[in-house]
């Protein structure tokens, strides 16, 4: 059976607007696959969901080395001549990933990605549940 994702392509424009210096973005699952993205042609899209995934990928054994803090990626950036490169969490096998011009606020992109991420995961239902105590 085919699942239905939402269109998810509003919450990455709210964040692109919302800093100038972003590229563009998009939502990935952890194989490469481009779920949403705004600001990039299909062929881009694609090809920057790889990239996402494939860094995701790398830093999660860093993730695990702290397992009492659940050995889950927070942020994970790259940053070469031009730009950064940042992948945030978005729900269980899903990353936002954002391609950003040098000149940015770092911290004021991680905590707009960390919100975009916590609302489109709540859309897609891949949010891990919180344990409820008990």
Known sequence: MTQHQPDLSWALRDLAESIPEIRF???????????????????????????????????QPVAEQFPKNKGQLRLAGIEVDGGHLFVVRAGTETYLGVLAKTGLDQG??????????????????????QEQPG
Request: negative net charge; aromatic residues 4%; glycine residues 10%.
């Open 108 to 129: 004021l992109l991680g905590h707009q990605m960390r919100d975009c991420a916590r609302r489109m995961g709540d859309l897609l239902g891949t949010v891990p549940r």
């Open 25 to 59: 973005a998009v939502v990935a699952s952890s194989d490469g696959k481009a779920i949403t993205a705004f600001g990039a042609d299909p062929d881009d899209a694609d090809r920057f969901a790889a990239i996402v995934a494939g860094l995701q990928s790398l830093a």
